[in-house]
C-alpha cells in the first residue's frame, strides 16, 4: 500500500516505546504532513544527538560530555551516590530536585530469565568509586519490581565488605493514596516499613 521508505519510516517508529503499529503510522503520517516544521528539525535533531550524546564513563549517565555535568558539578555531594536501574530513572530523580549528590547506572536489573546477570551491568564500576574511598553512603534505588529487589539484595551483598552504609528507597503508601486502592503487596511493604509517629 505504501512505499518502502514509508514502510522503513513506521516500522522503525514502530519500535519506539509506547508506539504500536497504528500509532507508528499515525505518527509517520503526521511526520510527512509536517515535513518542514517538524520531520526535518527532528531529524536533525537525531542526527546531533547520534553524534555528541555519550555515556559518562564515570556513572552511566547521557551527556554531551564526560564525565557528564552531574559528576563534573563541584557543587554535588560527592560522597553520596544514589544507585538507579537506568537513566530514565536517574532523569526521575533530577526532575524532582531533591537529591543533590551524584548517581550511578546500573544499565538495568539482574534477571534469570532474561540471561542478565552481574556482569551484564554496570556493578564494577560501582565498585571501583567505592573503592576510592570518598563515598560515605549508598543509596539503591532500583525499582520495587521482583528484579529489582533481587538487585538490591546482590548489591546489599557485594557492598557489604566495602564498610559504607547502604540505604535503600523507602516502598509503601504514596502521598495522597488511599489505602483501599492499594494492593496487597504495597501495602504489606508499608506495614512492614512503618516508623514511630
Known amino acids: ?76 555531594d560527592a560522597g553520596l551516590i544514589c544507585v538507579v536501574e537506568d537513566i530514565g530513572d536517574l532523569w526521575a530523580l533530577e526532575r524532582g530536585r531533591i537529591f543533590n549528590g551524584r548517581y550511578h547506572v546500573l544499565g538495568g536489573t539482574l534477571s534469570a530469565l532474561d540471561g542478565i546477570g552481574p556482569d551484564e551491568l554496570n556493578i564494577g564500576g560501582l565498585l571501583r568509586r567505592l573503592q576510592e574511598g570518598s563515598i560515605r553512603e549508598v543509596i539503591v534505588a532500583t525499582n520495587a519490581t521482583v528484579d529489582g529487589q533481587t538487585t538490591a539484595h546482590y548489591l546489599a551483598e557485594r557492598l557489604a565488605c566495602a564498610n559504607v552504609p547502604l540505604t535503600r528507597l523507602a516502598h509503601g503508601v504514596p502521598v495522597g493514596g488511599e489505602l483501599d486502592w492499594l494492593d496487597e503487596g504495597t501495602l504489606a511493604t508499608a506495614l512492614k516499613a512503618r516508623r514511630a509517629l
Open 1 to 76: 500500500m505504501n512505499g518502502p521508505e514509508i514502510e522503513r519510516l513506521i516500522q522503525l517508529l514502530g519500535r519506539l516505546p509506547g508506539l504500536g503499529p497504528r500509532s507508528a503510522r499515525r505518527v509517520a503520517l503526521h511526520l510527512l504532513k509536517k515535513r518542514e516544521v517538524l520531520m526535518q528539525p527532528l531529524s536533525a535533531a537525531l542526527a546531533d544527538a547520534a553524534k555528541t550524546i555519550k555515556p559518562c564513563s564515570v556513572c552511566g549517565n547521557l551527556d554531551t560530555i564526560d564525565p557528564c555535568s552531574i559528576c563534573a558539578d563541584s557543587r554535588r
